[in-house]
Every structure is written in structure tokens, then in C-alpha cells.
């Protein structure tokens, strides 16, 4: 992660910026993370009133959230292979075909609607220019 925490009085700082902001992002509480950066939880509420600091914070939570989009999708075959296969074995009990089948079916339909909104979004911004 590169660094956009203004420094002050150099690296060391800098440095110590940046394993807060990891630690924040893998820890329960601000007094954990602050001990996990090795700071004092005060030093880290302190850096967290800082525009710099709460920059750098948010652009890692981005990065954080977009990595387990990605990884949500990656798993969105896995999840429909699972639903096909509740859905076919003829084993599984009535009430677990029924609902992979109905989930299979809701998904279906709003991404039907998503389509449909997308299309005429598409429409309206092409008028509007």
C-alpha cells in the first residue's frame, strides 16, 4: 500500500501510519489495532481526526471491500453448482430442492430487473445528451 500519510517528522512515522491503518481494518477495536501498530490508543484516536490519515483509512477499506467483491464472485459458480445440485439429487429433502429452486428462480428475476433499469438508464442518458 502506498503511502498517503503526510509524515511530520519522517518515515518512522509514516510507517507506523500504515500498520495502523492495516491493523484497524483486521482488529476489533481501536484500542486492539492500536496495540497491534504498537502505538497508544490515544496517538491512533489522535491520527484518526487527520484528513490525511482518514484518507489513507478509507482508500484501504475500498481496497478491502473490493477484494472480497471479487472474491464473492469468484464464488458466485461454486454457489449456483451448489444450488443445481441441491436442486437435482433427488436424495435431498423436499423442503432443500424447494428452496435452492426458489432462490434459483429470485436471482433469476432480479437480475432480469437489474437488465431492465440498466436498459433504460442506458435510454434516458442517451436522450438527455
Known sequence: MKSTIS???????SRKQEQAVIA??????????????????????????????QEAYRGAKRQAV???ISRIQQSSVKAVETLEGVMDNPKAPAMARVM?????????IKAVELEEIEARLTELERRSE
Open 100 to 108: 435452492a429452486a426458489k432462490t434459483v428462480l429470485e436471482t433469476a
Open 7 to 13: 509524515t511530520g517528522h519522517g518515515e518512522k512515522k
Open 24 to 53: 484497524l481494518l483486521s482488529e476489533p477495536s481501536i484500542s486492539a489495532a492500536a496495540k497491534v501498530a504498537g502505538i497508544g490508543e490515544t496517538t491512533l484516536r489522535r491520527w484518526m481526526q487527520d484528513n490525511s490519515f
Open 66 to 68: 473490493g477484494q472480497a
